[in-house]
C-alpha cells in the first residue's frame, strides 16, 4: 500500500466517522418523535414544526456555509459543526418550552450543515483522484448507516437520554475530529487550497 493510499484511508475514515454522527443526528428526531408524542407535552403537528424549523436553518447553512467554507479551513468549520449541534442535542431536552425546543433544533441544524462542504472539499483537495470515489463511498455508506444508528438508541433509552447521546457523541466527535485534522495538517497530508490559490499546510 503506497503513501497515497493509506494518506487516503486516514481522511476516509475520519470523514466517514463524522458523517455517521451526523447522520444519526439528522434522524433522531424521527425515531424519538413518538415517544415524545406519548408525554403529551408534543403534538405531531408541533414536530412538524420542528422538523420544519431544522430542515431551513439546514438548507439556509448550507448556502452560507458554503461561502465560509473558502475562507475557512475544514478543521474549524467540522469540528466547530460538530460541537455546536453536540450542545444543541444535549440542551434540547431541558428547553423550558416548545419555542426553546424549535430554535435549539433548528440551530443544530445550521450547525450540521457545516459539515459536508469542507469535507468534500478536503477529499477533493488532499486525495488522488484513483482513491477519491472510495473515500466519498465510505461516508456515503455512513449516510444510511445514521438511521439505524439512531433507531438503536432511541429502543435502548428514552427520548431525552437519545438526544443526550447523539450530543455526547457528536461533541466526542468534533474533539476527536479537530485532534485529528490538527495531527494531519502537521503530517503535512492534509492543506488547503483557497481562492488565492495559496495552499496552507497547517490551519492556524
Not at 453536540?86 to 459539515?115: H, Q
Not at 429502543?155 to 466526542?172: H, P, R
Request: charge should be positive; glycine fraction near 12%.
Amino acid at each position: 500500500m503506497n503513501s497515497e493510499a493509506k494518506k487516503a484511508i486516514q481522511i476516509g475514515l475520519l470523514c466517514t466517522i463524522a458523517y455517521l454522527a451526523v447522520y444519526m443526528a439528522r434522524n433522531m428526531l424521527g425515531v424519538v418523535s413518538p415517544g415524545m408524542i406519548e408525554t403529551g407535552r408534543y403534538t405531531e403537528a408541533y414536530i412538524g414544526t420542528i422538523a420544519t424549523g431544522y430542515l431551513s436553518a439546514y438548507a439556509c447553512g448550507q448556502l452560507i456555509n458554503g461561502a465560509i467554507g473558502d475562507k475557512i479551513i475544514s478543521r474549524y468549520m467540522i469540528s466547530g459543526g460538530l460541537l455546536g449541534a453536540g450542545l444543541c442535542n444535549i440542551a434540547l431536552p431541558f428547553a423550558p418550552d416548545l419555542l426553546t425546543t424549535t430554535v435549539l433544533y433548528s440551530v443544530s441544524g445550521f450547525f450540521l450543515s457545516m459539515i459536508y462542504g469542507p469535507m468534500t472539499k478536503t477529499v477533493s483537495e488532499n486525495v488522488k483522484q484513483e482513491h477519491a470515489a472510495r473515500v466519498a463511498l465510505g461516508y456515503t455508506i455512513a449516510s444510511f448507516l445514521g438511521s439505524p444508528a439512531a433507531g438503536v438508541v432511541a429502543m435502548l433509552t428514552n427520548w431525552q437520554n437519545a438526544f443526550l447521546v447523539c450530543g455526547g457523541i457528536l461533541t466526542g466527535m468534533g474533539v476527536i475530529s479537530f485532534l485529528s485534522f490538527l495531527r494531519l495538517e502537521k503530517a503535512g497530508l492534509i492543506v488547503y487550497r483557497f481562492r488565492n490559490d495559496q495552499r496552507v499546510p497547517m490551519g492556524v
